[in-house]
């Protein structure tokens, strides 16, 4: 097979049968189209020009705006009417929902910029939790697992990280327990705060 075929989504010329890639078993991929390979070829040319005709699908196209308002269609109908809507491809909502989200993680951002100037740092939060929980600095960092050290631990895993801005991968290394694990001390932490009203300052 000597003819020139292009395909769009390459971004270039192929010559099927003659081009050899590391990258490409070609005999892998003629084995889904048939045994034999003129055959084989023959069929998988139709399988591409096929596909390279048909529409995208519409729940692969678009961010999350495109899909939160129903596609390309209702996105364009809404923008005739000139009617303002805010999208962000890393949500998915309609427009109230995502403003929403963002300001919350704008406001998020501004506290742990402004705690960071106080000079709130990973020692106040330890200092805070063995006051709240009525313990000792000692106590809270321990790695022992009794139920006020676990409890102790959640709270300065949801401080330190909703709070003081740091990553699970900082807060693992710093009380010595994986990723995992502080991530669901932390989620035990918020509702540890929520139910009992401890404040971080």
């Known amino acids: 097979m000597n003819e020139l075929d292009t395909y769009p989504w390459c ?18 991929v003629y084995g889904f ?3 034999k390979k003129k055959s084989a070829v023959k069929r998988y040319r139709s399988f591409v020009a096929n596909g390279l005709s048909e529409d995208r699908l519409a729940d692969l ?26 999208g962000d491809e890393r949500i998915l909502g309609d427009s109230d ?6 300001n919350a993680a704008n406001e998020q951002l501004k ?6 100037a106080g000079g709130y740092d990973f020692n106040y939060a330890i200092q805070r939790v063995s006051n709240v929980l009525n313990m000792t ?18 709270l300065l895993c949801f401080w330190g990280h909703r709070k003081l801005g740091l990553t699970t991968i900082e807060l693992s290394e ?6 995992s694990a502080v991530s ?14 401890f404040e971080f300052i």
């Open 137 to 154: 600095p000692n106590e809270v960092m321990s790695g022992n697992k009794s139920p006020r050290t676990v409890q102790a631990r959640a």
């Open 111 to 116: 506290e742990k910029y402004a705690l960071k």
């Open 184 to 197: 669901r001390l932390s989620r035990k932490g918020e509702k540890m705060a929520y139910e009992t009203n």
């Open 61 to 86: 196209s678009g961010g999350g705006l495109v899909r939160s308002v129903g596609g390309w269609t209702e996105l364009k109908a809404i923008r005739k009417t000139d009617t303002r809507i805010k």
């Open 97 to 102: 929902f995502v403003v929403n989200v963002l």
């Open 33 to 35: 189209f048939s045994n």
């Open 174 to 179: 710093k009380i010595g327990v994986c990723q």
């Open 11 to 28: 971004g270039h010329s192929v010559i099927m049968g003659n081009n050899s890639q590391s990258w490409h078993n070609i005999d892998y």
